[in-house]
């Protein structure tokens, strides 16, 4: 190192620096498909056990199942936008430690609003379509809860494209 500017700059992009950016890509998809997973199979569960006694309600009962697909549709797309900007660090690489604090935090933003939103998408879902089952009027009210449920990803989404453009 010859001047303090260069020293600089290797502070700024560290070597470690896409450590970070990968682990918010992995973070993205992880814990988004672990929300979507779970909200699948206990909504799946319900839709199961409920078809036993209304087989006739087994596809107006899938929606909770593809709402909780699309959670994982959430992390799939941060994490490919993340994976796009990711670069080498160190003297001569362009990935600040900023860029990637800022995309470890936009697929932790995403992966975890994904994970409650599949939680909570599955307990509605299972609950709400054996309902469903019993008391057709149920069917509004479970779809408006699914909707609430899902925009707890959507949330996290908006974050997490909201950091992943922000330059640094």
């Known amino acids: 190192?010859?001047?303090?500017?260069?020293?600089?700059?290797?502070?700024?992009?560290?070597?470690?620096?896409?450590?970070?950016?990968?682990?918010g890509c992995s973070f993205a998809m992880i814990f988004s498909s672990l929300g979507a997973a779970y909200g699948t199979a206990k909504s799946g569960a319900g839709i199961s056990s409920m078809a036993v006694m209304r087989?006739?309600?087994?596809?107006?009962?899938?929606i909770p199942v593809v709402m909780a697909g699309i959670i994982a549709i959430y992390g799939l797309v941060v994490s490919a936008l993340i994976a796009n900007q990711i670069g080498p660090g160190g003297v001569e690489g362009t990935y600040s430690l900023f860029k990637s604090a800022l995309h470890l935090g936009a697929g932790l933003s995403v992966g975890l609003s994904g994970l409650a939103a599949g939680y909570a998408i599955g307990l509605v879902g299972d609950a709400g379509v054996r309902g469903t089952a019993q008391q057709p009027r149920l069917f509004v009210g479970m779809i408006l809860i699914l909707i609430f449920a899902e925009v707890l990803g959507l949330y996290g989404l908006i974050v997490a494209l909201v950091l992943t453009t922000k330059s640094g």
Do not use: Q, R
């Not at 087989?55 to 899938?62: A, C, D, N, Q, V």
């Open 1 to 23: 190192m010859s001047t303090a500017a260069e020293a600089a700059a290797v502070d700024l992009k560290p070597i470690y620096g896409p450590f970070f950016g990968v682990l």
């Open 55 to 62: 087989p006739e309600l087994i596809m107006k009962s899938i």
